[in-house]
């Protein structure tokens, strides 16, 4: 019996954002306590890693003009970022696991009963509206739901994620201009500041037993929500 595959290469293709190539990498097993195991969509610069790609700004290709990239701070005279996700871990180890060839292009006719019934989380690192429409809106037909978020919601190519996707936040300027558009939101608001968005996450509160596995409010239509940075960057989220 053929074993079960760590996961699948779901998409290929050219960035809208810089025309660079990008892949998308779909892993099957998680142990993030937040998400829960969820289908965890990776999309990564196939040709640089991702390390590499955020000291040389080459990581714009999967994740546009996020605010959270790593960016020069004046007043601390030294490189910061933001971003929540710890790449030198889950990510650089997808990565290193694609660069050896240890996931197999995605075939329907053999993996699509891995994804049936299961949650996919759209964008675990980059941004999903850079992907292909017909390979998100495809995989998500067969899950339980998804959830995923942008920052690229202002972007022409990334309209057709409203009502699919929350479109990221980081001011309270974003987000009258996102719901102003017909967008749902997900704000990150900096840690000791007022909230100016929706739902609190559930998976982020306190003594909250959720998870996005079991929380179904981040599919792009249902509520704006916010949360409290957080993750390594969390000290860098700049005030609202």
């Not at 990498?25 to 142990?31: D, F, M, Q, V």
């Not at 890693?49 to 030294?78: E, Y």
């Not at 509206?129 to 899950?143: G, Q």
């Not at 079991?214 to 609202?240: E, P, S, W």
């Amino acid at each position: 019996m053929r074993n079960k595959p760590r996961g699948f290469v779901v998409d290929r293709g050219i960035s809208p954002i810089d025309g660079q190539p990008y892949v998308a990498i779909a892993t099957l097993k998680s142990t993030n306590a937040k998400t829960g195991d969820m289908v965890q969509v990776f999309i990564l610069r196939p040709d640089i890693a991702p390390l590499a790609a955020i000291v040389s700004g080459d990581d714009r290709t999967i994740c546009g003009d996020c605010p959270h990239r790593r960016r020069w701070d004046a007043a601390l005279q030294r490189f910061v970022r933001s971003c929540y996700v710890d790449v030198g871990k889950s990510v650089n180890s997808v990565w290193r696991a694609f660069a050896r060839g240890s996931y197999p292009d995605y075939d329907p006719s053999l993996h699509s009963r891995y994804i049936r019934g299961r949650r996919i989380r759209w964008g675990a690192y980059g941004d999903p509206a850079i992907l292909s429409e017909s390979v998100v809106r495809d995989l998500t037909a067969l899950a339980d739901g998804h959830t995923g978020y942008t920052h690229q919601w202002r972007q022409p190519f990334a309209q057709w994620c409203r009502g699919f996707f929350q479109a990221s936040c980081d001011s309270f300027a974003d987000y009258l201009a996102a719901t102003e558009t017909g967008w749902r939101t997900f704000a990150v608001v900096p840690q000791g500041a007022a909230p100016y968005a929706g739902k609190l996450c559930p998976a982020t509160a306190d003594n909250s037993q959720a998870t996005c596995l079991t929380c179904r409010l981040c599919d792009g239509a249902k509520q704006d929500v916010h949360v409290v940075a957080h993750g390594i960057g969390a000290a860098y989220v700049g005030a609202a």
